[in-house]
């Protein structure tokens, strides 16, 4: 089994830079790309940013030039470090990571995180 831990939300002022992780842990091998998605109350969810395993990035519009995902692969973890924070960033963000499994590509994800931006 694979589990996905985030940790690093919060509150913080517009203006200000969190960083989130996310930990891999479980049965595997590899992982293929890993992302970062967010949701905030009544929409749907939205990718912010995806790392695939050579490192190649995208990033939704709203965020470049201030969101920057990261991985290491000898810890399993994916971070995104988040500058100029917005309230509009206002969200619980969740990672997700793409595993090679018996079945196939198997896609799983964290608990959530919550981000809260105050103006």
């Known amino acids: 089994q694979v589990q996905l831990v985030e940790c690093g939300g919060g509150l913080v002022q517009a203006g200000g830079s969190l960083r989130l992780s996310c930990v891999a842990s479980?049965?595997?091998?590899?992982?293929?790309?890993m992302a970062w998605y967010r949701q905030a109350p009544g929409k749907q969810r939205e990718l912010v940013a995806i790392?695939?395993?050579?490192?190649?990035?995208n990033y939704h519009d709203s965020v470049k030039g201030r969101f920057t995902i990261s991985r290491d692969n000898a810890k399993n973890t994916v971070y995104l470090q988040m500058n100029g924070l917005k309230p509009e960033d206002t969200a619980v963000y969740y990672c997700?990571?793409?595993?090679?499994?018996?079945?196939?590509?198997?896609?799983?994800w964290g608990q959530g995180t919550q981000v809260t931006v105050s103006s």
């Open positions: 479980g049965s595997f091998r590899t992982i293929n790309d």
């Open positions: 997700k990571a793409a595993i090679p499994t018996m079945s196939g590509l198997t896609l799983y």
């Open positions: 790392i695939t395993s050579g490192s190649s990035t």
